[in-house]
């Protein structure tokens, strides 16, 4: 018996195409050695997200010691700039109708389709998996981190 018995005998059972099962298996596992990253605007505007929230969440404990995590990641989800930037960061690409392109939209379906509970989920896995962006906050305490953001920080330590 290979390891791959238990998918067949799976995928025997169910309605999915071959093709269709491929295409998403190639998107989800990449060749071995193949670890390049297409920076897509998808990509790039959801690792923005991820940088904005890990600050937020940074700065809001460098504040208020006090205050346990899931308060403060409680009170960013009550925010109106959470909100606006759930918006910038989770857009919706739709067809143009005159122009015939693509084009992304931001609107509130998307943040109010999820619940407060959703939203608190997902900005505390977002805060506990991305270790190398508190990394970095700590390194450029607690400013935005990045190649300029650590310019300015070095130009204003010095001055």
Request: hydrophobic share 30%; with cysteine.
């Amino acid at each position: 018996m290979s390891k791959w018995d238990k998918l067949i005998k799976y995928l025997n059972t169910t309605a999915a195409k071959p093709d269709a099962v491929l295409a998403s298996i190639k998107a989800v596992f990449k060749p071995r050695g193949s670890s390049t990253i297409k920076y897509t605007d998808t990509y790039i505007t959801r690792k923005t997200y991820a940088y904005i929230v890990c600050h937020a969440i940074y700065n809001a404990k460098n504040d208020n010691k006090k205050k346990s995590l899931e308060q403060i990641i409680r009170d960013l989800i009550s925010s109106q700039s959470f909100k606006i930037n759930y918006q910038m960061t989770h857009l919706i690409k739709k067809r143009n109708p005159k122009t015939k392109k693509m084009e992304y939209y931001g609107d509130d379906k998307g943040f109010n389709k999820k619940t407060n509970e959703q939203h608190y989920n997902a900005v505390k896995k977002l805060w506990n998996t991305n270790k190398k962006i508190r990394k970095e906050l700590d390194s450029t305490k607690g400013a935005m981190p990045g190649v300029s953001m650590g310019t300015l920080m070095h130009h204003l330590e010095t001055n």
